[in-house]
């Protein structure tokens, strides 16, 4: 099919291993089996150091990642993309429109989450230099695309400011946050998390009135947020004269707490 129909793409979204070429063809699929294993033992109570045994699998895999959003062929008539969420896979009818393949199918692309394991666990454990460089193999893969439309997208991005943080890189955070804030894909949580790493870097730069706008920002986006009241507090009293004291980088991924009106989140820094 050249015309790869709209309606037709979820459907081509659940299309499973099985129906593909051998494993050794298809080096995606132990990738996706290492990265199974790696959630598990998240979910198994350990959280993101549960990954530890992980690491060196998980670190391979990222190594031999392959272009997404590029048709690889299992025959002589079908191909697949791997694609990081439901946008991109949306983009399989532009992608297919020209291919000489009868047939495109989509599975779920395992290295933007490899590479968002890999750099959470990194700045978990106080390694930014390997999550900085984890975190953009992620990015590199998720958005082959140049729209940022990678469900992952926002995380790596966050996760990225973060590292750099840590590594007193704070010029650079910025630049990523804000990059992250005009992201397509995501929502206002997203948003204000990025809001939050901005206002950590004018922070500790000493740009109080900017660092209280950007976490202002963020409770618009997602009011009540205890990190960003917390940190309004803590710029009062740096104002008051109170000594600076060290900041706890946020890594995690945050849930909202209450829904806000369409509209009401600033789209951009």
Not at 75 to 97: E, F, R, S, Y
Not at 100 to 114: E, H, L, M, N, T
Not at 153 to 177: M, N
Request: proline share 6%.
């Amino acid at each position: 099919m050249r015309n790869l129909a709209l309606s037709s793409l979820i459907g081509v979204f659940l299309a499973s291993a099985s129906c593909l070429a051998a494993e050794e063809r298809q080096p995606w699929i132990h990738a996706q089996s290492v990265l199974t294993a790696a959630m598990k033992d998240i979910d198994s109570g350990g959280g993101i150091r549960g990954i530890e045994s992980d690491i060196p699998d998980l670190e391979k895999e990222l190594a031999n990642a392959l272009p997404e959003l590029s048709p690889i062929p299992v025959n002589a008539d079908d191909a697949i993309i791997l694609t990081d969420g439901i946008a991109q896979t949306l983009m399989i009818a532009a992608v297919a429109k020209d291919q000489k393949f009868k047939k495109v199918s989509a599975v779920p692309d395992p290295y933007p989450g490899i590479g968002l394991y890999l750099g959470s666990y990194y700045n978990e454990v106080g390694r930014p230099q390997d999550a900085l460089r984890v975190l953009n193999a992620g990015i590199v893969v998720s958005d082959a695309n140049g729209l940022g439309l990678g469900k992952h997208d926002p995380v790596l991005i966050s996760e990225k400011g973060a590292a750099q943080e840590a590594l007193r890189q704070f010029d650079d955070a910025i630049a990523t946050y804000t990059a992250g804030v005009k992201l397509a894909s995501n929502d206002d949580s997203d948003r204000a998390r990025m809001f939050r790493g901005i206002g950590y870097s004018l922070t500790e730069l000493g740009r109080l009135d900017d660092a209280e706008r950007a976490y202002r920002k963020s409770l618009t986006c997602e009011p009540g947020n205890a990190h960003a009241e917390n940190e309004l507090k803590y710029i009062a009293q740096l104002r008051a004269g109170k000594p600076a004291t060290s900041g706890a980088l946020e890594t995690v991924l945050p849930k909202p707490e209450t829904q806000v009106p369409p509209g009401s989140c600033p789209k951009e820094w």
